[in-house]
């Protein structure tokens, strides 16, 4: 088995039973800026700051590969629901400065096995930066 990255411990692994991976991975980022407003001239901008970044990725679960959709959301939702901060790293690199917070996720259902249980799914997850004070 090859693991090619975790959060928390939720291993991304690839072997051939079981794979559990991500998808459409996208990181951002942003800036703040106040707009001090003067009469008769443009307004002034001043950076006030950044906001902690933003991982959203995707993973394919299906059953046939090793695993269970609903069980791995509900491990998620669970995360998400508790406010646990979690490393992420892929390969060899630990992203971000400390740790990463779910925000939200999403499964979209994609097919049902005969007694009605999803059995492909895309499960959708955002992460946002988790700074130490």
Known sequence: MAVV???G???????????RTVNNLSWSGSARYAVHQRHLEKGLAEFTGVDPDKITF?????????MNPVAEMEKIRRYESKGK?????LGYKAYGSYRWVI????LKAQAHDRNGAVSLA??????QEYLRR
């Open 5 to 7: 990255g975790c959060l």
């Open 9 to 19: 411990d939720i291993a991304f692994t690839v072997s051939d039973s079981t794979v």
């Open 58 to 66: 995707d993973m394919t679960l299906s059953s046939q590969l090793g």
């Open 85 to 89: 901060a979690l490393p992420l790293t």
């Open 103 to 106: 925000t939200r996720h999403s």
């Open 122 to 127: 895309t499960l959708s997850i955002t992460l």
